[in-house]
C-alpha cells in the first residue's frame, strides 16, 4: 500500500479502534521479534519489526511506519543481553522472552503509547515543540561519515549508526524516529535527493582534510553535516513530509520556512 495513503485509511478505523479499546500495546507480540544472525562465526540478537495482516485494525499504522518503529525499537529499548537470550534454543520460547521484557521496558512502552495517542487524537498542547533549526539539525545527523576505504569515504544512513549520541545532548526519540523514516524512504524513491547526496559526498574530494586519517575523518563528517544542513533538497524533503502529517505526529516544528 502506498505509504502516502496510511492516514486516509487510518481514519477509517479511529471510531472502531476507541470504541473496541484496542491498543498497539495488545500486539506486542506481534508486531516486534528477534531472530538469531550468523556473522563471521558469531551469533547475535538482532530486533525487528513485523508487518500486521491488511484486516487488523492498526496494520495500516504498524506497516506504514516499519522503519519508524524499527527506530525506536532499535535505539530506545532496554539493551539485549545476548548470553542470556542464546541460550534459549526453542525461537518461540525466545520471542515470548523477548516480548516479556518489551512490556516491562517503561520508557520504550511510553514512546508507543505517544506513537498510537497521536495518530488516534488531534491534541496540540500536549506536543514537544522544536525550533525548524533544530529539526533540520538533526536530519543532517543520519548522514555518518563512517571510515575511509582506499583512500574513499564511507556514508552510511542506518537505524542504529548515526552521530546523534555522539552530538546530541538533548534526546526526542519521535521527531529522529520520523526524520530517519523520512530519509530512508526519499533514499529509495527519490533519485534527485540521491544524487544531491552524491554530490555533496563528491565535494568532500575537493578538500585536503590532512594525512592523518582520524582526523581527516572527523573533519570530513563536520564538512558533510554543514553541507548536508545548508542542501535545500533535504530542506524540502523534511518540511513536505512535516506539513503531509504534522497533526499526527506527537511534535510541532516552530517557525518553519
Known amino acids: 500500500m502506498n505509504k502516502k495513503l496510511i492516514f486516509v485509511f487510518l481514519l477509517t478505523f479511529i471510531t472502531s479502534l476507541l470504541s473496541a479499546n484496542e491498543s498497539i500495546l495488545d500486539k506486542l507480540d506481534r ?47 532496554k539493551h539485549i543481553e545476548n548470553n542470556k ?94 526524520l530517519f523514516n523520512t530519509i530512508q524512504n526519499q533514499m529509495k524513491e527519490n533519485n534527485k535527493f540521491v544524487n544531491e547526496l552524491y554530490k555533496n559526498i563528491k565535494k568532500l574530494y575537493k578538500i585536503n582534510f590532512g594525512s592523518d586519517n582520524k582526523k581527516r575523518l572527523l573533519r570530513a563528517q563536520g564538512a558533510l553535516l554543514m553541507l548536508m544542513f545548508e542542501n535545500k533538497e533535504l530542506k524540502n524533503i523534511i518540511i513536505s513530509e512535516y506539513k503531509k502529517y504534522e497533526k499526527y505526529l506527537p511534535f510541532k516544528v516552530k517557525d518553519i520556512k
Not at 57 to 64: H, S
Open 85 to 178: 537470550l542464546l541460550k534459549i534454543k526453542d525461537m518461540k520460547k525466545l520471542n515470548n522472552k523477548f516480548i516479556q521484557e518489551l512490556k516491562k521496558d517503561e520508557k520504550f512502552i511510553k514512546l508507543l503509547k505517544e506513537f498510537e495517542y497521536y495518530y488516534l487524537n488531534n491534541n496540540e498542547k500536549r506536543k514537544t515543540e522544536i525550533s525548524f533549526d533544530k529539526f533540520l539539525n538533526l536530519s543532517t545527523k543520519f548522514f555518518a561519515v563512517t571510515k575511509i576505504i582506499n583512500n574513499k569515504y564511507s556514508v552510511h544512513i542506518c537505524v542504529g549508526l548515526n552521530l546523534i549520541k555522539e552530538t546530541e545532548n538533548e534526546r526526542l526519540p519521535h521527531v529522529e524516529a520520523f
Open 31 to 77: 508486531i516486534f521479534k528477534v531472530e538469531k544472525l550468523n556473522y563471521k562465526g558469531n551469533t547475535y540478537i538482532t530486533k525487528n519489526v513485523n508487518k500486521l495482516p491488511e484486516k487488523d485494525p492498526f496494520a495500516n499504522l504498524v506497516n506504514n511506519n516499519t522503519l519508524y518503529l524499527d527506530y525506536l525499537l532499535v535505539n530506545y529499548s
